[in-house]
């Protein structure tokens, strides 16, 4: 069974950073792109960023430049950096993993991490 695990979320004053990880388990054939959403209350679910295994990454507008996507592809494992954090980041953080398991192609998530922005 393929497991998504989060970490690092946790509550911040404005200008602050952390560093969000998910470390994937589980028996897997190939891990293919992996990425980060967010969620705000009353909001729907919106792309964060994303990278794929030879480390192109794609970002959404509102955190160009302040947070940085990374992997580790022999830990299964995807960072999110977060730094100069605003209010309007407060939200919860899910990773997601697009890979090939026993079933075929499989898109996973994770089961959020709390991030809160505040002063």
């Known amino acids: 069974q393929v497991q998504l695990v989060e970490s690092g979320g946790g509550s911040v004053q404005p200008g602050g950073a952390l560093n969000l990880s998910c470390a994937v388990s589980?028996?897997?054939?190939?891990?293919?792109?992996m990425g980060w959403y967010r969620q705000s209350p009353g909001k729907e679910r919106a792309f964060v960023a994303n990278i794929v295994p030879s480390g192109s990454t794609m970002y959404a507008d509102s955190v160009k430049g302040r947070f940085t996507i990374s992997r580790d592809n022999a830990q299964n494992t995807v960072y999110l950096q977060m730094n100069s954090l605003k209010p309007e980041d407060t939200a919860v953080y899910y990773c997601?993993?697009?890979?090939?398991?026993?079933?075929?192609?499989?898109?996973?998530w994770g089961q959020g991490t709390q991030v809160t922005v505040s002063s």
């Open positions: 997601n993993a697009n890979l090939n398991d026993w079933r075929g192609r499989r898109v996973y």
């Open positions: 589980g028996i897997i054939f190939s891990m293919n792109a």
